[in-house]
């Protein structure tokens, strides 16, 4: 079993910044990706960034030069600090890794979501 475990969200005024954590923990040989999605209310879920083990990045087009992806490959954590907050980034955030088990199995792993709300 894998989990994760997210922190840091909350209500933040337009123009501000708040930083989401993501820890890891369980039967872990390896984490592959480790990423963000957000889904707003009415909207399908879709990935604001992701970062390999070696460090190789992907922003979504809408955060890109706000947002930064950080990883500790040794602590099995996850960070994301938003800067520049808007409106339209108010949304349910999702940390989501592809782990390698400790058994050898490929396990895709979900975190229970943190809201993020941006007031204008």
């Known amino acids: 079993q894998v989990q994760l475990v997210e922190s840091g969200g909350g209500l933040v005024q337009a123009g501000g910044s708040l930083r989401l954590s993501c820890a890891a923990s369980?039967?872990?040989?390896?984490?592959?990706?480790m990423g963000w999605y957000r889904q707003a209310p009415g909207k399908q879920r879709e990935l604001v960034a992701h970062?390999?083990?070696?460090?190789?990045?992907v922003y979504a087009d809408s955060v890109k030069g706000r947002f930064t992806i950080s990883r500790d490959n040794a602590k099995y954590t996850v960070s994301l600090q938003m800067n520049s907050l808007k409106p339209e980034d108010t949304a349910v955030y999702y940390c989501?890794?592809?782990?390698?088990?400790?058994?050898?199995?490929?396990?895709?792993?979900w975190g229970q979501g943190t809201l993020v709300t941006v007031s204008s």
């Open positions: 989501n890794a592809l782990v390698l088990t400790a058994t050898l199995r490929d396990l895709e792993v």
């Open positions: 970062i390999t083990s070696g460090g190789s990045t």
């Open positions: 369980g039967s872990i040989f390896k984490i592959n990706t």
